[in-house]
């Protein structure tokens, strides 16, 4: 129960960096968006090219409020549509060099070469494994 406990802290503390850097980089730049939106084209981002269908499946959103939501990012010069090379009728979703100017983040809250320096390679290699099993099962 206790690793239970630790794994949930770290999932807490993950989370909380992750949204203080989103509001962050979204105060920060001129250009507005909405929390949703920021959601929309993290998703996009880390779905890796994906349709409007797979984007609205995986949202559990209908097709017409997927296709509006890509529409306001594509107007807003976040995401760019791509021909599928597989299925010329479907379009990929591609976030703009303009995503990757406010998703980059400029200070690590937590830095791994930090991390690793406190580490013994014994426990490094333990962490590596805990992450491969973690990275596997997700």
Known sequence: MALKKKFNS???KF???LYRNMFKRIKDKEE???STE???LECIYLMDKPTISQFAAFLDISSPNATYKVKTLIK???????KSKNDGREYLLIPTQKFFDIYENK????????????LTK???KKVEKLMKILT???
Request: charged share 40%; hydrophobic share 30%.
């Open 32 to 34: 507005t968006l909405s």
């Open 107 to 118: 200070e690590e809250d937590i830095s791994v070469k930090e991390i690793k320096q406190n």
């Open 136 to 138: 596997d099962k997700a």
């Open 10 to 12: 770290i999932y807490k």
């Open 76 to 82: 807003k010069g976040f995401i760019q549509k791509e």
């Open 122 to 124: 014994d426990d490094s």
């Open 38 to 40: 920021y959601f929309c």
């Open 15 to 17: 989370k909380l960096m």
